[in-house]
């Protein structure tokens, strides 16, 4: 049997073994200052990473009066004093691209500590920041490199829908083209987001994890994981179904946690980094589920400490 193509994957079998991780890592002993050590990084692994919103979608119908003279004295307002507007909106678009890459690059260092509590059963967060320099930065790199390919993509689908939107106004209406073209761009955005999507999430658990093992770059970390998807593509596409499997049910405890409060649950777990200490062993389970996975695919894939694995079989006995 090649060793990329084991006999059993299964993705039932890792809960039983992320659910003990949590157990360890945040109850045996039960640690306040612990929780908090480990809670930020989880809070740096996860900044920025919140869920954005989505606006509606557009109109076609020709705007009213009202409309047209508002957007008329818009228009003659910002031709009238381009000299401050200009200059305004360039150091605001900076500074949003600077806190961005601020954010991806914090988020990258957390990503490497966070893995380094679960895998090591440590509560450490000067160790991994300055071990795993390095790695964070190979991975800052590549996501910065594709979220520029990614932004790049999403312009041009949207200059292809800006084109479809000025030939539905200049055919005064909907046709086959338009519509057929409206589509296909939906469709094309749609696909653009999955496949984005994918190469994040099997990044952070599959990708991060090889760094951790062979300090690595994380454009190697990707060959060699591609080397395994390749031979292993079915198992890995039902580990992504049973992953969204595992947030949806994660998503109704949490809600019904709210309801139970009365959203003062809501409230707390909407404060920073207070809310990421509360979901601590949520989200401990959802690293050590990824990495009990990743190591049915062979020993070099294992990231867990002999320490923890010991503890493991203790407690398990």
């Known amino acids: 049997m090649n060793a990329e193509q084991p006999a059993v994957i299964s993705v039932i079998d890792p809960l039983s073994p992320a659910f003990e991780r949590v157990k360890t890592i945040l109850f045996r002993p039960f640690d306040l200052g612990r929780w908090f050590v480990i809670g930020f990084c989880a809070w740096l692994a996860y900044l920025g990473g919140g869920p954005g919103g989505a606006g509606g979608g557009p109109r076609w119908q020709s705007p009213p009066r009202e409309a047209e003279q508002a957007l008329h004295e818009a228009k003659e307002f910002m031709l009238a004093n381009m000299y401050w507007i200009v200059p305004v909106a360039v150091i605001g678009v900076l500074v949003i691209v600077a806190i961005s890459l601020l954010i991806t690059w914090l988020s990258s260092r957390g990503r490497f500590m966070f893995l380094h509590c679960v895998a090591e059963n440590k509560a450490e967060v ?47 209406g909907f046709n086959v083209f338009t519509i057929t073209g409206a589509i296909l761009c939906a469709m094309l955005f749609i696909v653009l987001a999955i496949v984005f999507a994918l190469i994040q999430k099997l990044t952070m658990d599959f990708v991060v994890p090889i760094m951790f093992l062979r300090t690595t770059s994380c454009v190697a970390g990707w060959r060699e994981f591609l080397a395994l998807l390749s031979a292993n593509k079915a198992r890995f596409a039902l580990y992504i179904l049973f992953q969204i499997v595992i947030a949806i049910a994660i998503g ?17 777990l909407a404060i920073p980094y207070i809310g990421t200490v509360l979901m601590l062993p949520v989200l401990v ?13 062979g020993p070099q894939f294992n990231v867990f400490s002999p320490e923890i694995e010991g503890a493991q079989l203790v407690e398990e006995s």
Do not use: D, E
């Not at 389970?285 to 695919?297: D, E, G, I, N, V």
């Open 252 to 268: 109704a405890i949490i809600l019904a946690a709210i309801f139970a409060t009365c959203c003062c649950a809501a409230c707390i």
């Open 126 to 172: 000067k160790v991994p920041w300055t071990k795993f320099g390095k790695h964070a930065n190979s991975l800052f790199l590549f996501r910065i490199v594709v979220g520029i390919i990614g932004f790049l993509i999403a312009v041009i689908i949207g200059l292809i829908m800006l084109f479809v939107a000025l030939s539905m106004k200049a055919a005064l």
């Open 285 to 297: 389970f959802k690293r050590a589920y990824s990495l009990c996975y990743f190591r049915q695919y």
